[in-house]
């Protein structure tokens, strides 16, 4: 990987590159996520997905971290990313769970154009790209996965409509993820959810990221 210092021109962003262990974790779905890191590259920042300092660490701060929600996924049904912008977590989900039915939920328009647009140059076909709003749909879904949408307490009421029994919210969160689920412990209670759980991942590169559970209990 070329140093940014003495890279190939003044000012230059590189792009991170796919480490082996990166590989070893896509495994199959590898050169897709490739391809879709390429497609980042290429468009991300000329489409307002991510900022030019996000690329040296395209793979670490956001494919690698998207993938940490995956263990918590259920062993079948349907996922809802919402929020999905440039497809973070939900295209990652999809290449790495393609048991899965996945919905990518955006509101905006030019996303929607991207995430569709992602989903052909994949060949995605357990993906289905709807353009609205949390609050708008009315389907359940087996699990529902955010990152960097709201604050929890915010994403629980956005999301809680949208789980089916048994089902949860996966939240990616940073730092503050006690200190969300703390603030949010009243309006998890008033959704009639599982108090929330943290799990910690050390995901490739020694990287803590964390997950935030919340679920929506079983009747007896």
Avoid: C
């Avoid at 670490?60 to 809802?80: D, E, M």
């Avoid at 087996?142 to 929890?152: P, Y």
């Amino acid at each position: 990987m070329v140093d940014e210092e003495q890279g190939p021109g003044a000012g230059e962003v590189v792009p991170e590159e796919a480490s082996e262990e990166v590989r070893e974790l896509f495994g199959l779905s590898f050169s897709a996520a490739e391809h879709f890191a390429q497609m980042l590259v290429a468009e991300g920042e000329l489409r307002g997905l991510l900022g030019p300092r996000e690329l040296p660490r395209l793979w670490s701060r956001h494919l690698v971290n998207s993938a940490a929600v995956v263990p918590f996924l259920p062993a079948r049904g349907t996922v809802a990313d919402v929020g999905s912008g440039a497809g973070l977590p939900g295209v990652v989900v999809a290449l790495l769970r393609p048991d899965l039915d996945v919905t990518l939920i955006e509101p905006m328009e030019r996303r929607v154009d991207w995430l569709e647009h992602v989903v052909v140059e994949l060949d995605l076909d357990n993906v289905t790209v709807r353009r609205a709003r949390a609050e708008e749909v009315r389907d359940r879904y087996d699990a529902v996965t955010a990152r960097a949408v709201a604050n929890l307490s915010k994403l629980v009421r956005l999301t809680s409509p949208l789980l089916r029994q048994g089902g949860s919210l996966l939240a990616l969160k940073g730092a503050r993820a006690e200190t969300e689920v703390e603030e949010a412990r009243y309006v998890i209670k008033k959704a009639k959810l599982e108090p929330a759980v943290v799990h910690e991942v050390l995901t490739v590169g020694e990287e803590l990221t964390k997950v935030v559970e919340v679920r929506r209990p079983r009747r007896g």
